[in-house]
């Protein structure tokens, strides 16, 4: 069985790396036979009203500078639609997951950017954006990626609907509150068992909120071949990971939707991972 996957060439315009390589993820998933891709529909923008401030959401839609570039990608109008294409596939992904259980959607998931900016590459909150735009859903977001989920946990102080959960190896200033646990661990340092007492954690933590929709950031960048890792997890333990989250899904029956987030290792090689990560739900949830 294939994968309902979210993309469309929006996604990856050439000119901007940490995009385009989703399209290389993309073909690798044709090519392993794994997913059932499809483009999202145009978002309509009026979703994003109150998501972040209106003065912010302005500049980012209309370029104005020097707010349009403030998450350090230079703004230019393929890198908003690209922004605004991964938001309108967020959406259907989560559609399609509390419908059918799962979903992914190949794209990165925002989690730094704040309400009043973009931040660390991340221009909207695609994470946030989920419970913004479904405020009868409680949303939990089970973030693995390299860095803190810094944004979502801001905005899960913001959102009565909104959970984060984050296992980072590089902190961005997530230091966890009433709904957001944060969970610094360095394999190198730590081992993986604290990895996987993490991951029990946030088992326990989803037991207890019994939430409508997880949001998982399966982060590519906290592989050990990434340069920007810290949390240094080999191939092996990425697998083992992805499959520890899948199977605390399936065994609370909590529909989720799969996000590829960071990874700035060769394109083909964050290919190769975000592979793995898709292989490993359709393994663990389409059987
Ligand atoms: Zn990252």
């Not at 690798?28 to 059932?36: S, V």
Request: net charge positive.
């Amino acid at each position: 069985m294939r994968v309902r996957v979210f993309f469309s060439a929006d996604y990856a315009p050439a000119g901007i790396p940490s995009l385009a390589r989703l399209g290389v993820a993309a073909a690798e998933f044709e090519r392993q036979g794994l997913a059932d891709i499809r483009a999202p529909a145009p978002l309509d923008v009026d979703v994003l009203r109150g998501l972040h401030d209106e003065a912010y959401l302005q500049a980012f839609l209309r370029g104005r500078e020097p707010l349009a570039s403030s998450q350090g990608i230079a703004w230019s109008p393929a890198m908003r639609d690209a922004t605004l294409a991964m938001l309108a596939g967020q959406i259907e992904a989560a559609r399609h997951a509390l419908a059918h259980g799962m979903a992914m959607n190949l794209a990165r998931g925002f989690h730094h950017a704040v309400y009043e900016r973009g931040s660390g590459f991340c221009p909207i909150n695609g994470l946030a954006l989920v419970a913004h735009a479904m405020p009868d859903q409680r949303v939990f977001v089970v973030d693995c990626d390299e860095h803190g989920g810094n944004g979502t946990e801001e905005y899960a102080a913001r959102l009565p609907n909104l959970f984060n959960a984050s296992i980072f190896g590089t902190r961005f200033g997530c230091v966890g509150h009433a709904r957001s646990w944060a969970f610094e661990v360095r394999v190198p340092r730590d081992g993986f068992a604290a990895y996987a007492a993490a991951l029990k954690r946030i088992e326990q933590r989803l037991e207890r909120e019994r939430p409508d929709l997880v949001l998982y950031q399966a982060g590519a960048d906290c592989h050990v071949g990434d340069p920007k890792s810290r949390a240094c997890l080999s191939t092996r333990r990425m697998l083992e990971r992805d499959l520890r989250v899948f199977r605390m899904v399936r065994r609370l029956g909590l529909p989720i939707v799969v996000v590829v987030a960071g990874g700035y290792q060769r394109a083909s090689a964050v290919a190769r991972l975000n592979a793995q990560t898709l292989r490993a739900a359709r393994h663990v949830l389409l059987r």
